[in-house]
């Protein structure tokens, strides 16, 4: 596979000229260079090994690809994870975090990418926000990569009307999201989505 066309997707234009492309041999050997270089970050589904590790992450790697930092204090996912989660169990962090940092890198110009290895652990890259979903269609055994609303089924919708502030929220599978052409509030008829089924308001998503 064209390992350049990939990398240029994940990498900033500066990671990407100084990385020997031609030099590496096969997918392991990518993987390896990625996660030895910190451009590609390996959590256990268990948990972070330590605070702040994917917000270091997430920080670090949108000042290399877009020369900005996170809008967000570090400590803001912990406060709404125990705000909203009821009855945290192990392992209900790290997709929780994804989610919420996602929402704000795709402001950002940036998307969350997964790799899936077929293990128990979470392989973490950022893309460029217009390449995140064209990651899925590389042909490969290995680069299995997803953004997080292609790696899941479903998809909450909550939103506040500008208009009239009333609250509505849609539950439904990400296909049928794309299918949600000319809705509107029901308390006064503001238009929520388009005949294309184009989002017109803010929305806040959570994907499971």
Not at 56 to 85: A, C, H, T
Not at 88 to 102: E, H, T
């Amino acid at each position: 596979m064209n390992y350049k066309k990939m990398l240029a997707k994940v990498l900033g234009e500066k990671e990407l000229a100084e990385m020997n492309v031609k030099a590496i041999k096969d997918d392991e050997s990518l993987f390896d260079e990625l996660t030895n270089k910190k451009f590609l970050l390996v959590v256990d589904w268990s948990g972070e090994d330590k605070e702040g590790m994917l917000y270091g992450f997430f920080d670090s790697r949108l000042q290399s690809m877009l020369g900005i930092r996170l809008d967000v204090p570090e400590e803001e996912v912990y406060q709404k994870y125990n705000q909203e989660i009821e009855d945290p169990q192990r392992g209900d962090f790290v997709p929780f975090a994804l989610s919420y940092f996602d929402k704000r890198l795709e402001k950002l110009g940036a998307r969350i990418v997964l790799l899936d290895l077929g293990t128990d652990t979470y392989n973490i890259l950022l893309s460029y926000k217009k390449d995140a979903k064209k990651l899925k269609s590389i042909k490969s055994d290995f680069w299995k990569l997803s953004t997080l609303e292609q790696k899941q089924g479903r998809v909450v919708i909550y939103i506040v009307c500008p208009n009239c502030k009333d609250t509505a929220y849609y539950d439904m599978s990400i296909e049928e999201e794309s299918h949600q052409a000319n809705v509107k509030c029901e308390e006064c008829g503001t238009l929520f989505w388009d005949e294309n089924a184009n989002e017109v308001v803010e929305m806040e998503k959570t994907y499971y």
